[in-house]
Structures are given as C-alpha cells and as structure tokens.
C-alpha cells in the first residue's frame, strides 16, 4: 500500500489507486463528469493545496530565493489544523489503501506536490517511487 505523487491529466500507472487532486481549482474547460474519465482526479481536494497569495508567489518565483518563499509560505499554510489533519489522514491511509496525489505542473521539483511529498513522509506516509 502506498501514495503515488503524480502529475495530474496524465495516463493512470496501474494499481495506482484512487486518485486525489490536491489543486486549488479544478481543470478549466473540463466537465466535472470527465475530471476521472480524462485521468485528472476522482476526487478533489484543495484542503492540501496552496493559497491564491500562494500560487502568486510560486507563478512569479523567477530566482531560487523567491521559490523558497514559495516553499515557506506552503509548509506554514500546511500548519493550519484542516491542512495538517487532512496530511495525517493520506499519511495514515497510505498505510492500507494505494492511492495518489498530484497537480497539474509538469516540474514536480518546480510544483506544490514536491513538498507534499515531503511533509506526507514526515507525517508517516508510505510513499511509491
């Protein structure tokens, strides 16, 4: 059992389980009856995903400091009880389900889920490579 992180809008691995939008919108243009069907999410859940002010930040980052502001602001918003408790649910889900979690950015090292990722381990989270 474990988390896949993956990119959201591409093909599903198999046995990947579940798969969980952890955006702060879902996919423009994009009927919801076909988010799953167009393999985007079965689920959403913007409780894990960046702020607006957040996504500003990120969307103009253009140095590696500015990114790491980015970065700052994310895990502080992930404090927040909602956000904090609904990271040790995945984590501890990912103890009996396989599932996966994901955003639309094509870099995961340039995207919210790349910290996700690190905060879900943190949390306890199985985690597949």
């Given at each position: 059992m474990a988390i896949r992180v993956v990119r959201l809008g591409t093909p599903r691995a198999k046995g990947e389980g579940l798969r969980i939008g952890t955006v702060r919108r879902?996919?423009?243009?994009?009927?919801?009856?076909?988010?799953a069907k167009r393999d985007f999410h079965d689920i959403?859940?913007?409780?894990?995903?960046?702020?607006?002010?957040a996504m500003d930040i990120a969307h103009a980052a253009?140095?590696?400091?500015?990114w790491q502001a980015f970065l700052r602001r994310y895990r502080s918003e992930m404090k927040r009880p909602d956000a904090a408790h609904a990271i040790e649910l995945l984590a501890?889900?990912?103890h009996a389900s396989?599932?996966?979690?994901?955003?639309?950015?094509e870099d995961e090292a340039h995207c919210h889920?790349?910290?996700?990722?690190?905060?879900?381990l943190a949390a306890g989270?199985?985690?597949a490579n």
């Open positions: 879902p996919p423009r243009g994009v009927p919801k009856s076909e988010f959403w859940l913007p409780t894990v995903a960046p702020s607006q002010e253009t140095t590696p400091a500015q501890a889900m990912s396989d599932f996966s979690v994901g955003c639309y950015c889920r790349h910290e996700l990722r690190k905060l879900l989270a199985v985690i």
